[in-house]
């Protein structure tokens, strides 16, 4: 599955795209200015999108890589 794809099933489970999650990221205190802080673990993104969202381990480390700057939307 294509990068995109993982997000694009993300959106239909949890009604929250990209840009969402990178909000809720900011408000849960994970990134300033956009930008993932040093001192959030990828441990702590699944922890908070399985508690949240249910979503399993790899969507949420497609979360983590969107969140990282490791990969973009529209990514293969």
């Known amino acids: ?3 995109q794809g993982y997000l694009d099933n993300i959106q239909a489970k ?3 795209s990209p840009e969402d999650f990178k909000q809720l990221a ?3 205190g994970y990134t300033e200015g956009g930008v993932l802080k040093a001192t ?3 441990g702590d993104i699944v922890k908070w999108l399985k508690e949240d969202f249910d979503l399993g381990h790899g969507h949420s480390m497609a979360v983590f890589a ?3 700057g490791i ?3 529209g990514d293969k």
């Open 26 to 28: 900011g408000q849960k």
């Open 1 to 3: 599955m294509s990068f």
């Open 71 to 73: 990969k973009k939307e």
């Open 66 to 68: 969107l969140l990282k």
């Open 40 to 42: 959030t673990k990828a």
């Open 14 to 16: 949890t009604g929250q």
